[in-house]
């Protein structure tokens, strides 16, 4: 099995930064894919970046630019930077992993249990 925990979430003003992390542990050699999603209340949970075990990217046009997924192979760690946030980046940020990167950014194998990002205006 596989957990994951995340940290780092808060309370941020617009235009401000935060540094969200992921723990694995477990089977982690199951996890060639991470990511992180994100749920605002009364929407649907989106894909915010993906990275594969390669350090190949994946990240919807919404946050381009301003935010940076990278992992620690080593620590079995992935982050998520996010900079220059905005009142609607306000959500749940959920972890995500799985075998493959197609995985991750469909129906993902494994999920952490989702830290609180809000953003002011």
């Known amino acids: 099995q596989v957990q994951l925990v995340e940290s780092g979430g808060g309370l941020v003003q617009a235009g401000g930064s935060l540094r969200l992390s992921c723990a694995a542990s477990?089977?982690?050699?199951?996890?060639?894919?991470m990511g992180w999603y994100r749920q605002a209340p009364g929407k649907r949970r989106e894909l915010v970046a993906a990275?594969?075990?390669?350090?190949?990217?994946n990240y919807p046009e919404s946050v381009k630019g301003r935010f940076t997924i990278s992992r620690d192979n080593a620590k079995n760690t992935v982050y998520l930077q996010m900079n220059s946030l905005r009142p609607e980046d306000t959500a749940v940020y959920y972890c995500?992993?799985?075998?493959?990167?197609?995985?991750?950014?469909?129906?993902?194998?494994?999920w952490g249990s989702g830290t609180q990002v809000t953003v002011s205006s």
């Open positions: 477990g089977s982690t050699f199951r996890l060639n894919a």
């Open positions: 990275i594969t075990s390669g350090g190949t990217t």
């Open positions: 995500a992993a799985g075998p493959t990167i197609v995985r991750v950014l469909t129906t993902p194998a494994y």
